[in-house]
């Protein structure tokens, strides 16, 4: 009975390189959502996903970050060109759905380990 | 803008006595919330909710009171256990999408034996 998986943990990367985090959804979890918090900040909303979809990206910087779910496999959260500014823990958290294509009101999200991001 | 704050960076109980978590927001779109608990290193995990129709929800040692008019919330824990310390997260939705959760900056809830 995993629950949602994170890798790497801790990932370091020098300034203009791209870093790719992973997460595994709980089983029968098909909603992703993909959260960043900064040092001494909460967690904060970057992009929500289902299968092969951006549902809602209003979170996500509009330059260098992009977020996917494919058919097959982790969803990936993808940062190009990465910047000091980017360090930070982002979380992936997993819902299933309910009744039509939304999670219900009762939003309970569960959440990966996080991924340590470091900029150097 | 910060519409979810926790004014209390640390609290400090003593094993046995209660604590108090509290969280005030400023959206008053938000209809659903949520405290979620965090140990280092690792994710937080979901607590308890209650949504804006009620102004109560218990489970256990922990309680939720809402206050709509003062858009206040707090978390209740009786009796601590030194377990339970951690950082406490307060978070908050809105109807239509109900999905996209503001956190709070939290709280971390020593309890001491």
């Known amino acids: 009975n995993a629950g949602v998986m994170q890798n790497p943990r801790h990932l370091v990367r020098r300034r203009g390189q791209e870093a790719r985090l992973r997460c595994s959804p709980m089983k029968g979890h098909s909603h992703v959502y993909w959260y960043r918090q900064l040092p001494e900040e909460g967690l904060k909303f970057m992009v929500y996903l289902q299968k092969e979809n951006i549902i809602d990206e209003s979170g996500m910087p509009k330059e260098r970050f992009s977020a996917e779910f494919p058919k097959e496999g982790p969803s990936i959260l993808r940062i190009q060109q990465v910047v000091r500014g980017d360090s930070a823990a982002y979380f992936c958290a997993s819902s299933r759905a309910t009744s039509g294509d939304f999670p219900s009101s009762y939003n309970e999200q569960f959440f990966g380990p996080g991924t340590r991001l470091t900029v150097l | 803008d910060q519409q979810v704050k926790q004014n209390s960076p640390s609290l400090s109980v003593q094993e046995g006595r209660i604590s108090i978590l509290n969280c005030d927001y400023t959206n008053s779109m938000f209809d659903y919330f949520l405290w979620y608990k965090k140990y280092p290193a690792e994710g937080p995990t979901f607590l308890i909710s209650?949504?804006?129709?009620?102004d109560k929800n218990e489970d256990g040692r922990f309680t939720v009171f809402l206050n709509k008019s003062a858009k206040h919330l707090s978390l209740h824990i009786v009796p601590s256990q030194p377990g339970d310390s951690a950082v406490y997260f307060c978070a908050a939705s809105a109807g239509g999408s109900n999905y996209k959760l503001t956190f709070g900056k939290g709280t971390l809830l020593t309890v001491n034996p």
């Open positions: 209650i949504s804006s129709i009620k």
